[in-house]
């Protein structure tokens, strides 16, 4: 009907982001922290109020400014990832085939409790995403991707990735897939450009066979390199006060 409206509210932070329209879609530009949000809307019609209804939370917002740090010291951190269960076979009860919070796993040892850990399949390859939150970049701007990863097990496979969305086809690989076997804790570091300005994610896809075990990561830190085509930073600088006690300084460098 002609009169129909709906009026919409973002949540978490119940802001009022469509009043009185008619059409079936509205774009929310989401200028708020990143968190994880939802939306209500509900639909009016001569002044009578129509039943509410609720999307599913999506992980939305400003990027983080770099440098910055993500880790998983509380669930509200991993949360604010985004996990991609592609083959669809995670099984909550057993803690099989899907990225989990570390406390969340029922078989975590000794020093692995902060941080995000792929617990395996016993009857499917993984193939499995966890995406960072946003991070602010600018295009053709260089950034260094670090990251502690370590498994439980041996052949674990991952690829890495980085792209402008947090979902499977916003991904670009930045570190090929390769196979790894190390319990001990180890830093890895792949730099990359970004191809567009604004929110930038980077990703973990696991693609391990059946029955490999576990593959863990934590603290993913993001900062920015200088373009290996700028002229390098001077050197030998120094300050000298001018003669007699003019007010001045001399500076020389290489």
Known sequence: PAKLTVYGVRMSDN???????????????????????????????????????????????????????FSFDTKAEFNLFTVIDANKDFDAQYNWGGWMYGPDFKYTNNGDDGCAIYGYSPDNAADDWLITPPFAVEAGKHYRLTYTMWTRGDNERLTVTAGNRNTIEGQNVITPTATYNHKDKKDFVQEFSATTSGNYYVGFHITSDKKRYYLLIDDIRIDEVPDPSAPTAVTGLTATAGAAGAMSAINSFN
């Open 15 to 69: 802001v009022a982001v469509a009043t009185g329209i008619s059409a079936t879609e509205y774009t929310d530009a989401v200028d708020a922290a990143t968190d994880n949000y939802s939306y209500i809307v509900t639909p009016l019609c001569d002044g009578i109020t129509g039943l509410s209804a609720q999307t599913g939370s999506g992980v939305f917002g400003n990027g983080t400014s770099l440098p910055c740090k």
